[in-house]
């Protein structure tokens, strides 16, 4: 008898060890994403690495705020590498996701601010700017309610550096 190898790979390991992996993988494709150039192969890997932290997450009993995330980093890879479709299609999802958290309480007040950075971020890249610009002006209206000032600076710096 054989298992399917979505049953199998997912119950291979426990939840911690899932959210090792996608913390670790997150992590890695942050260092990843800092280098100021990739090889072919350094890019295959951060793409890789992005995706498999999502993954890992989603079998970890994460959040709706762990999936929107996850979702965050997948879309500023793909707009980083300069492909819009990607990158816009996982942040719209982000923005969905980051929102229905912020519904059932489980969202920061940094999270949907950051969805919206990372979609204005995406349409940029994908040729739409005006839609960037909008974006933009409703992350940093969001940004206003984030109490830590340190996050709220962080984001309100990302959004600075979206090209409109």
């Not at 951060?46 to 994460?62: L, Q, V």
């Not at 980083?80 to 969905?96: D, I, M, N, W």
Request: aromatic content about 4%.
């Amino acid at each position: 008898m054989t298992e399917t190898a979505a049953t199998t790979a997912a119950d291979l390991l426990d939840a911690d060890a899932h959210r090792r992996l996608g913390k670790a993988l997150f992590n890695h494709t942050w260092t990843l994403l800092e280098l100021p150039e990739r090889t072919a192969e350094e890019v295959d890997e951060m793409i890789a690495a992005t995706h498999a932290s999502a993954w890992h997450w989603s079998k970890a009993g994460g959040t709706l705020a762990n999936a929107a995330r996850s979702q965050w980093q997948i879309a500023r890879v793909y707009a980083t590498l300069g492909r819009g479709e990607p990158a816009l299609s996982h942040a719209q999802r982000c923005l969905e996701l980051a929102e229905a958290a912020l519904a059932t309480g489980v969202a920061d007040d940094w999270d949907v601010p950051s969805a919206l950075e990372g979609l204005a971020r995406a349409q940029s890249v994908a040729g739409d700017r005006s839609a960037a610009a909008a974006t933009i002006a409703r992350g940093r209206e969001a940004a206003t309610r984030i109490a830590d000032p340190e996050d709220r600076q962080l984001i309100e710096s990302d959004l600075a550096s979206i090209t409109v």
